[in-house]
T-cell receptor, first 111, second 114 residues
Framework: QKEVEQDPGPLSVPEGAIVSLNCTYS??????FMWYRQYSRKGPELLMY????GNKEDGRFTAQVDKSSKYISLFIRDSQPSDSATYLC???????????FGIGTKLQVIP | NAGVMQNPRHLVRRRGQEARLRCSPM?????VYWYRQLPEEGLKFMVY????????ESGMPKERFSAEFPKEGPSILRIQQVVRGDSAAYFC????????????FGQGTRLTVV
């Protein structure tokens, strides 16, 4: 079983739609949960970072963690064509440990 | 403050040659992480280094791969006797302290083995 499972998509939505991206993870020891955005041929950039359970909001982006079901989500409101990218969920047990990434979901926002 | 700098951005090597990938961390960052991204796979951790020390190399293949982060100069990921399966994007990330969650990524080096 993979440590982090993520549907690779692709996911196509019209501009202005609400996007929901999801991952599940297997190890209850994971404490840090991140979402990265990766444009084609570029390095990943950190979007959202959550410790333990709960919600975190930053502009049009909301990250949710449900540790009871080992489920993490990223919501994008009022999606824009510039949001078209691959979104990687990531987990980390605690401290410095190596980041474990999902395979990434490719999102396309159509004007 | 420049970001994490990786060079070269693209590298072509023939089978059996050596590949050297360089990573200059952000100013003030003394922690470096290397990841590999293969087609149809996610980013996979390879190695975590601090200045002059390898802290965690659990993701490194046992043979042909090595990494260093000297006191002076960039971190180097070295692949000896490259094979076609080594073709991938290699990303370096750096952080100011021992937190992978705080690391910033470089733009990557795309290695193609022909």
């Amino acid at each position: 079983q993979k440590e982090v499972e993520q549907d690779p998509g692709p996911l196509s939505v019209p501009e202005g739609a609400i996007v929901s991206l999801n991952c599940t993870y297997s190890n209850s020891a994971f404490q840090y949960f991140m979402w990265y955005r990766q444009y084609s041929r570029k390095g990943p950039e950190l979007l959202m970072y959550t410790y333990s359970s709960g919600n975190k909001e930053d502009g049009r982006f909301t990250a949710q963690v449900d540790k009871s079901s080992k489920y993490i989500s990223l919501f994008i409101r009022d999606s824009q064509p510039s949001d078209s990218a691959t979104y990687l969920c990531a987990v980390i047990p605690g401290g410095y440990q190596k980041v474990t990434f999902g395979i990434g979901t490719k999102l396309q926002v159509i004007p | 403050n420049a970001g994490v700098m990786q060079n070269p951005r693209h590298l072509v090597r023939r089978r059996g040659q050596e590949a050297r990938l360089r990573c200059s961390p952000m100013k003030g960052h003394s922690h470096v992480y290397w990841y590999r991204q293969l087609p149809e796979e996610g980013l996979k951790f390879m190695v975590y280094l601090q200045k002059e020390n390898i802290i965690d190399e659990s993701g490194m293949p046992k043979e042909r791969f090595s990494a260093e982060f000297p006191k002076e100069g960039p971190s180097i990921l070295r692949i000896q006797q490259v094979v076609r399966g080594d073709s991938a994007a290699y990303f370096c990330a750096s952080s100011p302290r021992e937190r992978g969650s705080e690391a910033f990524f470089g733009q990557g080096t795309r290695l193609t083995v022909v």
